[in-house]
C-alpha cells in the first residue's frame, strides 16, 4: 500500500509515519503543496493521500484542486486534516475534491482504520478499471475467445469475433452444436487432450466447419476456471480466406495441369482425326459423280468437323490464347441438330422437344460450337434424370436487349441444392460417382460463351429441375429466320 502525506508541520507528518510502522505501508512525505505537485505526475498506484489544509504558499484546498487536475490522482482518496476549519472551508474543501476529514490532533488507530478503508476501494477501483479495459481488448479482438464448462461443454462467455464466427448469440448453448458432426468430434477430442496436458493444445488436422456455413476456423484449447468451476478457453481463428485462397491455387495447379495434358491429348487425337477425314474423303472419291452423299456419312463428316474444332479449341486454351473461330450460324438449325443427336442416344426415355419464339437473329459462333454446348447441356440434362424425363429448349430473342439470342434448356430432373448450384461452374466439380463425370460440362460451356461474347446463368432448387440460360450476340448483317417449332 502507497500512501503520501503533505503537511508542513514535521511533528503532524511524524504521527502518520508512526501510525504505519509494523504494517506494509510505504509513505512519501511533502512539506509543501508546490513541492508535492511538482513530483505528482510521477507517483504510482497512490492508494490514498492525507493533506494539511493549512499550509504556507498554496494551502490545501487549493493543492487538491490541482492534484484533482492529475488524470492518474482524480479518483484517488484524499483524507483532509484540520485543527479548526470552518464551516465555509470545509464546503470549499469538498468542493476540491476532499474525500474525508480527520481533526487534529491525530489519532493512530482511527486513521489506519479510514486510510485502509479508502486503501481498499481505490484498489477496487484500479481492479475494475484494468478489468474494464481488459474486456474491451477482448471484445475488440478479431480472434473468437469461448470459455465452456468442462463437463458438458456449454458455452459460458463469448466475445464479439466468437458471435460474429459462429454465427449468433452462443451463451449457454453447446459448443458442439455450433459446428458440423465431424468438425464437432474433432473438438471433442481435442478438448479430451487438453484435460491431460495444462498446456494449450493446438487443434490438428483441417479446419473446423461452422455448421450451415462454408467459414472454417482453427482452434487451441487450454485449461481454465469460471466461477470457481473447472472449464476450457479457446481461441478460435477465422481461416476461411486461406482456405478459400489455397483451393484456388490448388485449382489453378490443377487446371495447368489439365491444360498440359490437354495438348498432348490434343495433338495426337488431331492426328487420328486427320487420319479419318483422309479415309471419309476416299470413300467420296469412290462414289459416282450423281451419287449423293448419304446420312451416315454426312453425320460422320460433320462429327468430325466438330471433333477437329475441338481439338483446336483444346490446343488454343493449352497455350492460353483466347480462341474465337469467325462465323455465325442459324441458332435454331444448330438447336434442331444438337436434339436429333440426343434423341437417338438417350433413348425414349427421355423426351426432348425444341420450342420458339418471333423472328430469331443468327448467332456469331460456328454451327459446331453451338452444336457442342448445346449437346453439353442436354447430357447434363440427361443424368440428372435417370429414371427418365423432358428436357425442354427454347429459342427466342432477349426480352431486355433485342439483339441478342436467347436459349433456355430446361428440365424437370432432380435440381441443385443452393451449395452445389454454387460451384456447378468450378472446373472439376462434380456431384457423380467416380468414373462418371468430370466436373467439366458447365465450365466447358461457360467458357466457350465467354470466347463468343456469350454469357450463362443456372437456376435450380433441389426436386425442380434445373434451368440454363444462355445469352448469345446476334449477328444481324446475317438474314435471319424464323425458327420452327418441333
Known sequence: MR?????????SRAVVRLAFVGHPVDVAE???????????????EIDAIVLDVMMPGLDGVET??????????CDVPIIMVTAAASRATRHAAIDAGVDDFLAKPLDREELRVRVRAYGRQNRARRIAEMRAELDRVVEQTRVAIVVITAGDGVVRYGNLAATQL???????????AAFNPASANALRSLLAAAQTDPGPETATGPPLVVRGTERLCTAAVSRAVWQHAPAFQLFLTDVTAEARAAAHLRQFEQTAATARLAATVAHDLGSVLQIAMCHLDGVASDRSATELPGPSETGIRSA????????????????????????SCDASAGIERAAAVCRKVFGPHIDVVVHSAGLVWPVGMPDAVLEQIV???LNNARDAMPRGGRIAITVDADATTPSRTRIQVSDNGTGM???TLRRAGEPFFTTKAEGQGTGLGLFSVQSSLATFGGSLQVASSYGAGTTCTMLLPAT??????????S
Request: glycine share 10%.
Open 417 to 419: 441444392d443452393a451449395n
Open 476 to 485: 444481324p448483317s446475317v438474314s435471319h429466320r424464323k425458327a420452327p417449332a
Open 3 to 11: 500512501l503520501v502525506v503533505v503537511d508542513d508541520d514535521a511533528a
Open 30 to 44: 511533502y512539506q509543501t503543496g508546490e513541492r508535492a505537485l511538482d513530483e505528482a505526475s510521477g507517483w504510482k
Open 166 to 176: 459462429l454465427g449468433g448469440a452462443i451463451t449457454g448453448s453447446p459448443l458442439f
Open 304 to 327: 468430325l468437323a466438330r471433333g477437329a474444332l475441338l481439338v483446336g479449341q483444346l490446343l488454343a486454351h493449352a497455350r492460353r490464347q483466347v480462341a474465337a473461330p469467325a462465323g
Open 64 to 73: 487538491c484542486r490541482r492534484l484533482r487536475a492529475v488524470p492518474e490522482l
Open 375 to 377: 449437346i453439353n447441356l
